[in-house]
């Protein structure tokens, strides 16, 4: 019984407390003791720094801060010692016994030179190493290519080419500047606090964000930054558009513009800026311009009848042309073509005056219309004689006229003065109608004047009030 008492306080005295398992390495060295040929330490000897194979003197630091700059040569103490802090280079090591004089550093030339070692470098390369730690720091030395250090405060690993750059890691959360992602495979993909400014994706850079784009090699005649582009030849190229394509539109060139070279990043969708020939309006429709080959051209706030619809401005710019933001819409949507519709329609106040020349519409095609005025006696004309009339006209161009014309009504709207009665009896009747229908050529404008006649002196004159209405009759 004594003996396995005896056996189990024994056991006890040599236990050893548990912790977990914890990364260690073994200290280094804190300061380099050398010594003689013959294995003494080399009490008060010098060690020179040069570059390696070669008499130039290369400096050494006396501390981890690398600040302060170590003497050349490096004294060492009584008993071989020194720390002794190298740069990211390959130092030659050219180490003498004291010298002659028998003080301290005097004279080092005068000892023996115990040896001379080239490549000494404390940069060198770690084969199969489990753990390398690294001591942080908050900021960025000068650097030399191929050095690593870990910032504490971004925090990442950060190596030295031409300069200092984070590695990329597999989680954390960090901004890409300037990287190319070629051919990326994005599996069910979540961003979560991730920007991506202007990536290339499949070759096609991503200008204006979230959008379709089409790579096209650029035509003889070339495109333009934010110009309205097509596709010409076979096999297709891309070229700017012209001022009669209202059709055919494949997008707005975004990047890679040329004459006969490169490639045009073709943007089809989603915000981009278009070149306009004007102002603009924020909600309008956009089509091609008539006036200026290749532009955006706001064409108001009613869907548009024909030709290609590119998309809706964004934002309203009363100085244009310019550069404006528009929604764009994808290629070859077209007009709704909703005829007779009514283009012009706003009443003439009641007067005796005549009306002046009053412009209704400017055709952007060569178009069919109907043209109708209604007319209303307002007022009467008393104590007076003869007949007042009122006779509309309607100016307007042929598409196969030389010049616009004028054509005045054979009837006019007539009211007869009766001064000894004191009253008023219309002609025709109360109210008059007329309508004719003519055809408009694209670009030259429609209007409309009245000629107001008076038959005599009146005390109030009689007066009128006139309702024109223009019908587009027809989409082309």
């Not at 020179?48 to 070669?54: A, C, D, I, L």
């Not at 720091?137 to 200092?164: K, N």
């Not at 429709?285 to 064409?299: E, G, K, P, R, W």
């Not at 007869?416 to 004719?436: C, D, K, V, Y």
Request: hydrophobic share 40%; charged share 5%; proline share 6%.
């Amino acid at each position: 019984m004594r003996k396995f008492l005896a056996s189990v306080v024994l056991i006890l005295c040599f236990a050893v407390k548990s912790h977990a398992q914890v990364a260690v390495a073994l200290t280094p060295t804190p300061a380099q003791q050398f010594f003689t040929s013959t294995g003494i330490p080399l009490a008060s000897g010098c060690v020179y720094t040069n570059v390696t194979n070669s008499s130039t003197p290369l400096a050494t630091y006396t501390d981890g801060t690398g600040t302060v700059i170590a003497p050349n040569p490096i004294v060492l103490d009584i008993g071989g010692f020194a720390s002794i802090w190298l740069k990211n280079a390959s130092y030659r090591f050219i180490i003498y016994s004291k010298g002659l004089g028998g003080v301290q550093g005097s004279d080092c030339f005068s000892g023996v030179l115990q040896r001379t070692v080239d490549l000494v470098s404390a940069y060198a390369s770690i084969n199969q190493a489990q753990a390398l730690f690294l001591l942080g720091q908050s900021s960025d030395p000068s650097g030399s290519a191929g050095e690593l250090i870990y910032r504490t405060d971004i925090p990442c690993f950060r190596g030295f080419s031409t300069l200092w750059d984070c590695f990329v890691t597999l989680t954390g959360i960090q901004t890409l500047t300037n990287k190319t992602l070629t051919a990326p495979v994005l599996t069910a993909p979540v961003s979560t606090n991730g920007t991506f400014t202007n990536p290339t994706i499949g070759g096609t850079p991503n200008t204006n964000g979230p959008a379709t784009y089409i790579n096209v090699a650029n035509s003889a005649s070339g495109t333009v930054v934010n110009d309205l582009t097509k596709l010409v030849g076979a096999p297709s190229t891309a070229q700017f558009a012209s001022t009669s394509d209202t059709n055919g539109i494949i997008g707005i060139t975004v990047a890679g513009a040329a004459i006969g070279t490169g490639t045009a990043t073709i943007q089809q969708s989603g915000a981009v800026n278009c070149n306009f020939d004007g102002a603009t309006t924020a909600g309008d429709y956009v089509q091609t311009s008539s006036i200026a080959a290749a532009l955006c051209h706001d064409s108001g706030a009613i869907y548009p009848t024909s030709g290609q619809v590119i998309g809706r401005v964004l934002s309203t710019n009363t100085a244009g042309p310019g550069p404006f933001l528009i929604d764009l819409f994808s290629p070859e949507i077209a007009a709704v073509q909703i005829v007779p519709k009514t283009v012009y329609n706003t009443p003439a106040l009641a007067g005796t005056i005549s009306i002046a020349s009053t412009l209704m519409v400017t055709p952007s095609a060569n178009l069919t219309y109907r043209f109708s005025v209604y007319m209303d006696q307002t007022a009467l004309g008393t104590a007076c004689a003869g007949s007042t009339t009122v006779t509309p006209a309607l100016q307007f161009q042929d598409p196969n006229g030389a010049a616009p014309v004028s054509t005045a009504w054979a009837t006019t709207f007539t009211i007869a003065n009766n001064g000894a009665l004191g009253t008023n009896t219309n002609s025709t009747a109360t109210t008059s109608i007329w309508t004719t229908v003519f055809r408009a050529k694209s670009g030259v404008a429609i209007q409309y004047s009245t000629t107001f006649t008076a038959g005599g002196s009146c005390a109030p004159a009689p007066a009128v009030q006139v309702f024109p209405i223009l019908e587009q009759i027809t989409a082309n």
